[in-house]
């Protein structure tokens, strides 16, 4: 039997999944923007969008710009399963896009920080180098 109309609790689930997804995700990124906060890293940006994509968090240490993708999931291993090839591309089409408004020479590292179930983090620095 197939519907012509999808039934409320099902809009009402997947509305639900998604608001929360969104706070664990917002969540993780504040908790990774604090620990880079406690490593002396200013954060500049937060969910900075150009026309190439979003990055999650941008920060500067001295002449440097860490652009930082944030990954939650229930391990580390699975948050890191979710960076997909086509992201990659997207997350670097983006700092370049960022780094178009930065003094010339600017040098940039990009990290993948990891957020388990129980809110620990795993920054793989140059994480795409």
């Not at 399963?81 to 590292?109: C, K, N, Y």
């Amino acid at each position: 039997m197939a519907f012509d109309f999808v039934p409320d609790a099902i809009i009402r689930g997947r509305s639900d999944r998604g608001r929360s997804n969104f706070h664990a995700g917002k969540a993780a990124e504040d908790a990774v923007a604090l620990h880079y906060e406690r490593q002396g890293v200013t954060i500049c940006a937060r969910r900075w969008r150009g026309h190439c994509g979003e990055i999650d968090l941008v920060g500067r240490l001295g002449g440097n710009v860490i652009v930082i993708e944030v990954k939650q999931s229930q391990t580390h291993d699975l948050a890191a399963s979710h960076v997909l090839p086509g992201q990659i591309g997207r997350i670097f089409a983006t700092a370049e896009e960022f780094l178009a408004g930065e003094p010339m020479g600017t040098d940039l590292r990009i990290d993948l920080a990891l957020v388990d179930g129980q809110g620990r983090i795993d920054v793989l620095e140059n994480a795409f180098a």
